[in-house]
């Protein structure tokens, strides 16, 4: 298993004098050495991964997804044995067992708890703030960001629809071009969303974003425990093989899903008939309905990071996927990132 000792070691701040400047409130928000965050991917952020990339200079995110309270509790106990840097925890706002997880993060004195999948429920941002964490949030819309940024969260997360996962229907470019100017000044904003390169770190943080966040790109890091058939096929895709799911039944609203086409690609579809037939005959409500698309994802990808099953698995996987060519340690990525965007700040 990785370790922190054999990774190679990390260069200085001032190496990146004008990238750190611009990253400064971020980094200082999360504690990092540099505000790039790992944004937590089911199955895929596990202590290893998450732990590297506090290590190397970043800040990692746990994917609780549909995990219980006790095998969080047992993650965060796991990274901490591997880190000794902040890192956060991602739990999804429609877990039946949402406000256990925070105490769970409150047991750790987790430092940041981020809330992703829908508008955090009432009562959960003052919880996570009760035990002395911040919260960092995502929003689709500008009103929202401002309410929730008024109701308490410390920092937004504005993710568009090149990433991978679960996704909105704006690109990052225009979300940015449409919060930035509104929020920067006086709001800690992140950046997601179709970044593989830091010459594009560089024009965010140019446009007042404190830090950015990457998923695809360090999906398959040396230290990720995704299976070697599930990196592989990262390493073939170019970025028109991201492709996004298509809700087919207008009544049931599937967050669209970005992934890499296979025949998981046509079994969501089928998934999807059969879920609406469900609802047709009465016999599932719409809770219900969209609860088993979810589970549906969670299922698929499980087998596609752990099992290896690319063929039926789901890819899930970012338009930056073409720029993910070989298996690198998380340090080097981050390294090569941060060094993409001084060159790309320098040249102004
Ligand atoms: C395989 C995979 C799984 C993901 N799972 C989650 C998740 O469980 N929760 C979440 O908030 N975001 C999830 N995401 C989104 C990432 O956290 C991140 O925001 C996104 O990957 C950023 O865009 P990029 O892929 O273009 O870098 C996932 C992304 C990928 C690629």
Redo the contacts with the bound molecule.
Sequence with gaps: MPHAAARPKRLGMSEYPKTSALMRRGAEFLGSEHAILC????W??ERHLVAAISNGGGFG?I?C?AMTPDLLDAEIAGTRALTSRPFGV?L?TMHPMLFDLIAVCAKHGVSHV?L??GIPPKGSVEAIKDFGAKVIV?APTLALAKKLLRSGADAL?I?GM?????IGPVATSVLAQEFLPELAAEHLVFV?????NGGMIAAYLEMGAVGV?????F?CASESIAHPAFKAAFFRANARDAVASVQLDPRLPVIPVRALKNKGTAEFDAKQREVALLLDQGSVDMGEAQLRIEHFWAGA?RRA?IDGDVESGSL?????VGMVTKEEPVAEIIQTLMAECEKALSRR
């Design positions: 944004g937590a991917m089911s895929v952020s995110v994917a997804g991602n999804i981020v992703a999948g995502f997360v993710e090149e990433a991978g996962g679960h997601a969303g179709g970044i593989g966040q990457l998923g695809t790109r999906a990808l990071v899930m996987a970012g338009q930056s």
